[in-house]
């Protein structure tokens, strides 16, 4: 039974461009969560998807964007990358409001260079 | 705001030593809090997971409390093992679903 799976595993972009990140959730699991994690921090919470729509979103500007396919799968984009994007960038699946009940499945992460 | 506080922030022990991680949070309204490891420049593998209505749970090695009136959780290992050395973080859902996480505890087991 595969877990979540992240794409690719690190990438190094420049300032002001863009990148596109990539999640699949793990079978059974609908919902996709996507979290920032900086050098020596706790993970911060950007926003999630149910039913290919966003359902909440942390504190983070409208260049940080996402998309939900029918087949549950994820992406998250960054537009403009300032060099404090540099971070790993974690998804997290779980099954509708029941990641409450049964807790969120994590990926290995992306980690995102921005120079 | 939920706020989650972890302490100590670093850790260095002797094999075989048995130890407490510490976790606060100010919000108590939780719906669950999670334990979760994370070794360097990895992902998170979940360890624990209490819901709000339990006192703790338990995994071989590892035992989880909870106690949401005062805000409190605890990670005990016993008889630690290099193999434990990683970042320990926990995290709580309240409502909406969202994780909200501790800036960590860095473990180091010594042999």
């Known amino acids: 039974d595969a877990g979540v799976t992240q794409s690719p595993t690190h990438l190094i972009k420049t300032r002001g461009q863009q990148v596109t990140l990539r999640c699949s959730p793990k079978?059974?699991?609908?919902?996709v969560s996507w979290y920032q994690q900086a050098l020596g921090q706790g993970p911060q919470f950007i926003f999630q998807?149910?039913?290919?729509?966003?359902?909440q979103r942390g504190n983070f500007p409208d260049r940080f964007s996402g998309h939900q396919f029918p087949n549950y799968s994820s992406e998250l984009n960054v537009n403009a990358l300032l060099l404090g994007d540099s971070a790993l960038y974690l998804c997290?699946?779980?099954?509708?409001?029941?990641?409450?009940?049964?807790?969120?499945?994590f990926g290995s992460g992306t980690r995102l260079t921005v120079v | 705001k939920q706020e989650v506080t972890q302490i100590p922030a670093a850790l260095s022990v002797p094999e075989g030593e048995n130890l407490v991680l510490n976790c606060s949070f100010t919000?108590?309204?939780?719906?669950?809090l999670q334990w979760f490891r994370q070794d360097p420049g990895k992902g998170l593998t979940s360890l624990l997971l209490?819901?709000?209505?339990?006192r703790e749970q338990t995994s071989g090695r590892l035992n989880a409390s909870l106690d949401k009136s005062s805000g409190r959780s605890t990670l005990y290992i016993a008889a630690s093992q290099p193999g434990d050395s990683a970042t320990y973080l926990c995290?709580?859902?309240?409502?909406?679903?969202?994780?909200?996480f501790g800036g960590g505890t860095r473990l180091m087991v010594k042999p």
């Open positions: 998807y149910y039913e290919e729509e966003e359902r």
């Open positions: 997290a699946s779980s099954l509708g409001d029941w990641g409450t009940n049964y807790g969120y499945t």
């Open positions: 079978s059974g699991h609908d919902t």
């Open positions: 209490i819901q709000s209505s339990q």
């Open positions: 919000d108590s309204a939780i719906y669950n």
């Open positions: 995290a709580v859902s309240n409502a909406g679903n969202m994780l909200t």
